[in-house]
């Protein structure tokens, strides 16, 4: 459609010049419209182009958990110019795919088990050994924690009122 218009207008300002009509500042205006158009599609072009790549290259999929643009959140739907996904909070995210696309994006999913760093305070007048005992007893029996490599618990630090 957009060929058939174009041969259209070149057909036009060929038969006005053949007229004898002045088509210089015509063709300049064409120029300049097409310009404009092209500019005002760039962002569109980039998310379109974006989206292809996506789905060419697989970077993730729909289910995934990444982290892009400053977004954690799992991937519900890849469209052609944004990624909708959806955050821990249940909030809708829509990401351009052309920022995904040029951006750095962390797949969480892709290897299929990843480590969980978590970091519990304790008072000072606490048990240590015992707090230790029970946060591994609770972790060996959560049946999503491996067991290779075991789980590990550790002062990590001291603060001004508390163990970490």
Avoid at 21 to 34: D, K, N
Avoid at 36 to 52: D, E, I, K, P, T
Avoid at 75 to 89: D, H, P, R, Y
Wanted: charged share 15%; no cysteine; aromatic share 8%.
């Amino acid at each position: 459609d957009i060929l058939i218009w174009a041969l259209r207008i070149l057909l036009f300002v060929t038969f006005i010049s053949k007229l004898g009509i002045e088509t210089s500042s015509f063709v300049a205006i064409l120029g300049a419209m097409g310009l404009a158009v092209g500019l005002s599609l760039q962002g569109s072009l980039s998310n379109f182009a974006g989206g292809m790549l996506i789905i060419v290259f697989k970077p993730f999929k729909v289910g995934d958990t990444i982290e892009a643009q400053g977004v954690i959140a799992t991937v519900a739907e890849i469209q052609i110019f944004v990624t909708k996904m959806l955050t821990a909070n249940n909030q809708t995210v829509f990401v351009p795919n052309g920022a995904l696309s040029n951006g750095t994006i962390i797949n969480y999913s892709m290897q299929g088990e990843r480590r969980a760093d978590l970091t519990f305070a304790v008072s000072y007048d606490s048990d240590i050994k015992k707090a230790k005992e029970v946060l591994l007893n609770v972790l060996n029996s959560n049946p999503k924690v491996l067991k290779k490599p075991e789980p590990e618990v550790f002062v990590k630090n001291l603060t001004a009122s508390s163990i970490e």
